[in-house]
Nanobody, 117 residues
């Protein structure tokens, strides 16, 4: 079981920036993908960005050029730098850990990001 703890959410004005962090602990497989998902009220959870243990990244089209995902494998921590935030980025952001064996997938508790116009 892997435990994920997110931090860094909050309230920011449109055009501002926030940095989310997610620290993983427990029985972590060396080969894994970590990512950020978000869920806005009344909408389905969607992938925001993901990064493999090898450093390959992918992003939702809506955040490309504005958000950057990174990770520190020594600290088992993944980050999401969010710039040029828009009101439509308002959501609960969830950290996700997916090892090669998806049975051991884990989710964080979520952190609220609110962008005011």
């Amino acid at each position: 079981q892997v435990h994920l703890v997110e931090s860094g959410g909050g309230l920011v004005q449109a055009g501002g920036s926030l940095r989310l962090s997610c620290a993983a602990s427990g029985n972590i497989f060396s080969i894994n993908t970590m990512g950020w998902y978000r869920q806005a009220p009344g909408k389905q959870r969607e992938l925001v960005a993901g990064i493999t243990s090898g450093g390959s990244t992918n992003y939702a089209d809506s955040v490309k050029g504005r958000f950057t995902i990174s990770r520190d494998n020594a600290k088992n921590t993944v980050y999401l730098q969010m710039n040029s935030l828009k009101p439509e980025d308002t959501a609960v952001y969830y950290c996700n850990y997916e090892p090669w064996d998806a049975r051991f997938e884990s989710w964080g508790q979520g952190t609220q990001v609110t962008v005011s116009s």
